[in-house]
Nanobody
């Protein structure tokens, strides 16, 4: 069992650069690849970014590539999403999720592959 708690969301002006965090507790954090997903009002949950168990590999949705950076600190059991150049269309609830996969496996994009989810943190971008 893994518990995930996101923090760091809020109201941000367009162009802002907030960082959201996700703290994990329970099973060994390094056993899991981690992902960030987001869900805007009236839309399905979509992939944003993912990072491998060691942090050596990352994957990004085209919509955030070049603006968002995912990272993790296994010593602190925390994964981060640094968001730069925010746009109003980035407004969503941001969720972190944990995926128990092999250490050499490329981090996955399908939310159905993820085993544990946080409660989400709202990020609202004002124009």
């Amino acid at each position: 069992q893994v518990e995930l708690v996101e923090s760091g969301g809020g109201l941000v002006q367009a162009g802002g650069s907030p960082r959201v965090s996700c703290a994990a507790s329970g099973r060994a954090f390094s056993d899991y690849a981690m992902g960030w997903f987001r869900q805007a009002p009236g839309k399905e949950r979509e992939f944003a970014a993912a990072i491998s168990r060691s942090g050596s590999r990352t994957s990004y949705a085209d919509s955030v590539k070049g603006r968002f950076t995912i990272s993790r600190d296994n010593a602190k059991n925390t994964v981060y999403l640094q968001m730069n150049g925010l746009k109003p269309e980035d407004t969503a609830v941001y969720y972190c999720a944990a995926d128990r996969i092999g250490v050499t496996t490329t981090p996955r994009r399908d939310p159905h592959e993820y085993d544990y989810w946080g409660q989400g943190t709202q990020v609202t971008v004002s124009s």
